[in-house]
Structure formats: structure tokens, C-alpha cells
């Protein structure tokens, strides 16, 4: 027999509707998910003639620029004078090339002190 409680518990189960089973996690979803965040999306653009022209001679002239300022350095370094003793000095105290000898102590306008004290540095 059913008692009052039974028959409520009947209309619930009625009422409910079609039951579903659970729905289970999507592995495969959730994958793609990260494959989305950890794929680098570059979007290709069309570079145009003109803007890669005007860059690339952006670039010529800084080049050209650097070395013409270059040369002038070099230039104003081959004025200064300095003493072969004091080259001398320098390459055997320092124990280095001619070259690098000769290139601090023009750059230090010929005073071995400062050139010395920068080859230390």
C-alpha cells in the first residue's frame, strides 16, 4: 500500500521529466583550449614597396653617417702626436699590441698617465 509520502515522491519523479545521464567532461575540448592559448598566431601582412624603400634607405643614411663620423674621429686621432717612448712604455708595461698601444695614447691626446690609467680600467 502506499502511504501519503510514497505517492508524493512518485509525482516528483514524474514530474522531473526524461532524465539524462550526467554529462562526462570533454577531454578532447579542453585540449584544443590549450592548443589555442599556446599556438602563437601571427597574422601575415603585406609589406608594402614603398614603406620597405624608405626604411631601408632610413638605414643607408645612419650607416653612412656612422662611418663618415668614423673617419672623422680617425682623422683627429692621426693629428695627435705622440713619443715613441712613451708607445714603448706602454707595450711593455701593458704587455699589448703596437696598435692598441698607439690607439689608447692618441685617443688620451699623448699623456701616457690617462692612457695607462684606462688600459688598467
Known amino acids: ?16 521529466g526524461p532524465e539524462r ?11 584544443a583550449a590549450d592548443l589555442e592559448r599556446v599556438t602563437d598566431y601571427a597574422e601575415e601582412k603585406e609589406i608594402q614597396s ?3 624603400e624608405t626604411v631601408m634607405s632610413v638605414i643607408g643614411d645612419r650607416r653612412s653617417r656612422e662611418q663618415k663620423a668614423k ?12 713619443k715613441k717612448e ?12 703596437r696598435a692598441a698601444a ?3 695614447l692618441r685617443e688620451h691626446m699623448g699623456n701616457v698617465v690617462e692612457a695607462l690609467i684606462a688600459l688598467t680600467n
Open 102 to 104: 698607439e690607439r689608447s
Open 71 to 82: 673617419q672623422e674621429r680617425e682623422k683627429e686621432l692621426a693629428k695627435v702626436t705622440i
Open 1 to 16: 500500500m502506499a502511504t501519503e509520502g510514497d505517492v508524493e515522491l512518485e509525482l516528483e519523479t514524474e514530474t522531473s
Open 21 to 31: 545521464p550526467p554529462e562526462k567532461p570533454r577531454k578532447h575540448d579542453s585540449g
Open 50 to 52: 614603398s614603406n620597405l
Open 86 to 97: 712613451d708607445l714603448e712604455l706602454i707595450m711593455t708595461e701593458m704587455e699589448i699590441s
